[in-house]
């Protein structure tokens, strides 16, 4: 399926068939995708759980303000971003980069320098809204494989992030969760958006030329 036609059958799912199971290789597929995605300067700050466990699930629904879809659905992605920048973490990236590479143990140190610069002169809220938006164009990558595998899927921001870091203990990771990203397959008789036209702003208000 070309990319396009997958982002024209795909929809913001909100009612999945508990008893449609995504095989674990395209499960696999669509990890691979959001772990590929690329980052500012390739720290990838943030870490995805893939949950089905459906006790763990069905925690998720009160987190997400009654919304059914993290315990219907066959795999729930949690996206949680680090809660700041630090020079362990930042150094482990590099150093494990320059080994990869068969590259001298310092052959980023100017770089890491340079970070430093930035991140360890603002706030650590700041840091983590940096962060979180990495994992949003990880997400995108995600949700965009998963349309290629006609795997349904719904982004969701509404959730409560102090619920779900407690259910996934992610302060003590030093981590705070940014998006939930269920996966399956739509319940076609049960989800009121599946009929509805997919509807974009007109391009012309969306797009502007410049030549």
Request: include cysteine.
């Amino acid at each position: 399926m070309e990319l396009s036609e997958a982002f024209e059958w795909r929809y913001a799912t909100k009612k999945f068939d508990p008893t449609k199971k995504v095989d674990e290789s395209f499960v696999k597929k669509i990890v691979d995708a959001a772990w590929l995605a690329p980052t500012s300067s390739g720290l990838q700050p943030f870490e995805l759980f893939v949950i089905t466990n459906q006790e763990l699930k069905e925690k998720f629904v009160s987190a997400s303000f009654g919304q059914n879809m993290p315990a219907e659905c066959s795999h729930l992605l949690v996206f949680a971003a680090w809660d700041n920048y630090t020079i362990e973490r930042i150094r482990s990236v590099f150093d494990y980069t320059a080994k990869e590479r068969n590259q001298p143990a310092d052959r980023y140190d100017a770089y890491i320098e340079r970070l430093k610069a930035i991140f360890f002169n603002r706030p650590a809220q700041a840091n983590f809204e940096h962060a979180a938006r990495q994992a949003y164009i990880a997400m995108g990558f995600a949700m965009a494989q998963a349309a290629t595998l006609k795997v349904d899927s719904v982004p969701m921001e509404g959730f409560s992030p102090d619920e779900v870091d407690g259910i996934l203990q992610l302060k003590d990771k030093g981590l705070k969760s940014v998006l939930l990203l269920p996966l399956g397959y739509r319940d076609e008789s049960g989800d009121w958006l599946l009929p509805q036209k997919k509807v974009r702003r007109p391009i012309n208000e969306f797009l502007t030329e410049i030549a």
